[in-house]
């Protein structure tokens, strides 16, 4: 027959029924907190392996007095032999929830764009159980990045649920129990049969009889009235996120403020929700009720109506907060004689049901010792992954779950050495680059870059330590830069060697809003490959203090808006190859002080739009090898200021479209071998009073005072007629 069967309590194990009587049990159990229970058993064998039960699931029934049961479920966390009666051994049993299994498992790892109960659930599925039960009537804000950092499951989630307000407690049930995730007063209920209990004092006679509570003890404390927070957003830098929360109390200094910084929120509607559950949680003690009795249905995270009190304020709906209760079995050996009667006690700590209960923040949160070091991640093909803030995703080394892509954390800022208004200093980290992590306030949750560090596959752009006395910047191209692609500032400190160095990729661009100067003590070398340009707005002046060598491959092209002086202070050589051309909009003067020669080996042509003037102050001669070609389009005029020597070695034509005047002061001496005048009409020669006349019908006119024909030889007159006065 079975020997608890017919007990008022009774453990179920899977060593099978009986295999394990139950002698004692004593326990506490608390909203937001692991139950613990330890239970005193016994067994006729003193030899049970302890391995066989620890771990495994554990039932125990207590019978109410009237007629209903309860049980209390749980995981057998530790297992030991005690003493032992003359034919029993005893052992003793720690029960506590599947919860507490997870103080057992600690993790790092990143949670993103989840709300904390989504964070939760899948730490408790992730952890392989599913026996819970989810009543939160609260909304809950979406955290962007949330780091589970060396702490237990258990220690995560429970620092998770304090800060949102949200608790836990457990319902039981032979063969399991189950977590309710609760924040309101509408997760709770009364355990059935139990919805009224009624309050007897130790002398109440035969009602003691009835299951009640039989003391009480009302309590209240000082606690804070207010809560002041605040905290910072840098995507809205100048919105003040300060949160205020009151909770007036009508006793003497209650009129103590908490303040916080910072509150772990980017908004003021999340702030002022963190304010106002941080204060629930501090008057969640303000107001505190304790009971004792052997009321069997008083069981944490149930509500009750306490009756029949003395004082009618307290006769009212309460939520058991706390209980810690302790059964002793019925003896069923003989000799235990009044020490082995069934006895079961029940203290309660409770609060009136209409205030709001908050679990204290009793789990704290990790704080990261020092910087880490961490991998830049993104894209698959992307070499620099950023936002409109320049922030980057990193792979941390302790992230077991991340995928060195664009999901292994979230976007983190990046430190530069300024950071002004549209203005400063940026340097991205790229993808594969390693960066130091700081962490604000030591936070998991909220890293920020801090600095970069070479590793053995980046090296230094300068090989070390030969390079040593060597510094600067040097960048990669992307996409698909090599090693030969890249900009460069480089610093050689070697001494005697000293060198700046500057590389452009492609191109480089130089604005200096006003000026600049450039002094170089010794030589100065320009290449450039293609063209230059060169804008001046005003002046340029150039002063060389020797030679100034240009050498020009092709074309050379220089346009001067106003006028152009060029001193040279000694001999100046211009050689042509080929053809040679100046074209000069007004006047042109040319002045030389010394010997002036052109040679020309081809043509030579000058054309004058207007006027050309030419003085020279001593000898010119023109020699010319070929031709010369004289054309002028008006009058031409030429004087000479003594005399004028013309040598022609051939013939001389001339071709006068109107008349020929020609003045000589003195003497006109013309030798020839032969001399022919040729005119169409007439020809007249003619000085003084005497005249020669010869006309193109033959009339041959001589006139004069007085004529001499005079012969060396005969002198013969012909005519058809020959007249004389």
Not at 355 to 369: L, S
Request: proline share 3%.
């Amino acid at each position: 027959m079975a020997i608890q069967a017919t007990r008022q309590f009774e453990i179920f194990t899977s060593l099978g029924d009986d295999f394990l009587i139950l002698r004692r049990l004593t326990g506490h159990e608390e909203i937001g907190r692991l139950f613990e229970y330890r239970a005193e058993v016994t067994c006729d064998k003193n030899d049970v392996s302890l391995d066989d039960l620890l771990g495994t699931n554990v039932s125990i029934r207590i019978d109410h007095a009237g007629g209903g049961k309860r049980y209390i479920n749980g995981i057998v966390s530790e297992f030991s032999q005690g003493g032992a009666t003359r034919r029993q051994s005893t052992y003793h049993l720690t029960i506590s929830p599947w919860f507490w299994l997870l103080t057992r498992r600690s993790d790092c790892r990143i949670f993103q764009e989840k709300t904390v109960p989504e964070i939760i659930k899948e730490v408790f599925r992730d952890a392989g159980f599913s026996d819970f039960d989810e009543r939160l009537s609260g909304s809950y804000r979406n955290w962007e990045y949330c780091v589970q950092y060396r702490e237990t499951d258990f220690n995560f989630a429970s620092r998770l649920m304090e800060q949102e307000g949200i608790y836990y407690y457990f319902t039981h049930e032979k063969g399991k129990h189950k977590l309710v995730l609760a924040d309101d007063l509408g997760a709770h209920s009364s355990f059935p049969g139990y919805d009224k209990v009624p309050f007897f004092p130790p002398e109440g006679g035969s009602r003691a009889f009835e299951e009640h509570i039989g003391r009480w003890r009302i309590r209240h404390s000082v606690q804070p009235s207010a809560v002041a927070m605040r905290d910072y957003n840098f995507k809205t830098p100048s919105a003040d996120l300060a949160a205020e929360k009151a909770i007036p109390r009508q006793h003497e200094h209650s009129d103590g403020e908490i303040y916080d910084y910072p509150g772990e929120y980017t908004a003021g509607g999340e702030g002022s929700t963190y304010a106002r559950v941080r204060a629930e949680q501090l008057h969640a003690d303000y107001a505190r009720v304790n009971g004792y009795g052997d009321a069997r249905g008083l069981c944490a995270g149930h509500l009750f109506n306490l009756e029949k009190f003395p004082r009618d304020d307290q006769n009212k709906e309460y939520l058991i907060i706390a209980t810690d209760i302790a059964l002793q079995s019925s003896a069923f050996e003989t000799g235990e004689g009044s020490a082995g009667e069934a006895k079961f006690s029940c203290s309660i700590e409770a609060i009136d049901s209409s205030e709001q209960f908050r679990p204290h923040r009793a789990t704290p949160k990790p704080v990261v010792q020092g910087p880490q070091t961490a991998i830049v991640v993104g894209p698959s093909g992307d070499e620099i992954y950023t936002d409109e803030f320049g922030r980057v995703k990193v792979q941390f080394h302790w992230d077991r779950k991340g995928e060195n892509n664009e999901n292994s954390s979230c976007w983190i800022r990046v430190s530069h050495p300024w950071a002004g208004k549209n203005w400063g200093m940026v340097h991205l980290p790229r993808i594969g680059h390693e960066v130091i992590i700081g962490f604000l306030e030591g936070d998991p949750d909220r890293p920020i870059i801090t600095g970069r560090v070479y590793h053995a596959d980046n090296k230094h752009p300068y090989e070390l330590p030969a390079n040593k006395t060597q510094s600067g910047i040097k960048t990669r191209s992307s996409k698909d830069g090599s090693g030969d692609n890249f900009n460069e500032i480089r610093f050689e400190d070697k001494k005697g060697s000293e060198q700046m160095y500057v590389h452009a990729e492609k191109n480089q661009d130089v604005v200096v809003e006003n000026n600049q100067t450039i002094a170089v003590g010794v030589d100065r070398a320009e290449s450039i490959g293609r063209d230059r340009t060169l804008d001046v707005g005003r002046d340029k002046s150039e002063t060389v203090g020797r030679n100034k060598s240009i050498q020009v491959a092709a074309a050379h092209s220089e346009q001067i808006g106003a006028n152009m002086s060029i001193t040279v202070g000694s001999s100046l050589t211009e050689s042509v190859a080929i053809n040679y051309s100046e074209t000069v909009g007004a006047a042109m003067e040319l002045t030389v002080g010394a010997a002036y020669a052109i040679s020309v080996g081809g043509t030579m042509s000058v054309t004058v739009g207007g006027a050309i003037s030419s003085t020279v102050g001593g000898n010119r001669t023109d020699n010319i090898g070929g031709n010369k070609t004289i054309s002028v389009s008006g009058d031409a005029s030429q004087t000479v200021g003594k005399d004028q020597t013309v040598e022609i070695a051939k013939d001389v034509t001339e071709k006068i479209g109107g008349k020929v005047n020609t003045t000589i002061d003195k003497e006109q001496v013309v030798n020839a071998k032969k001399i022919q005048f040729v005119a169409k009409d007439e020809i007249k020669f003619k000085t003084g009073s005497a005249e020669l006349i010869m006309k193109k019908n033959g009339d041959v006119t001589i006139k004069g005072g007085k004529i001499n024909v005079k012969g060396s030889g005969n002198v013969i007159i012909k005519g058809s007629q020959i007249k004389e006065n």
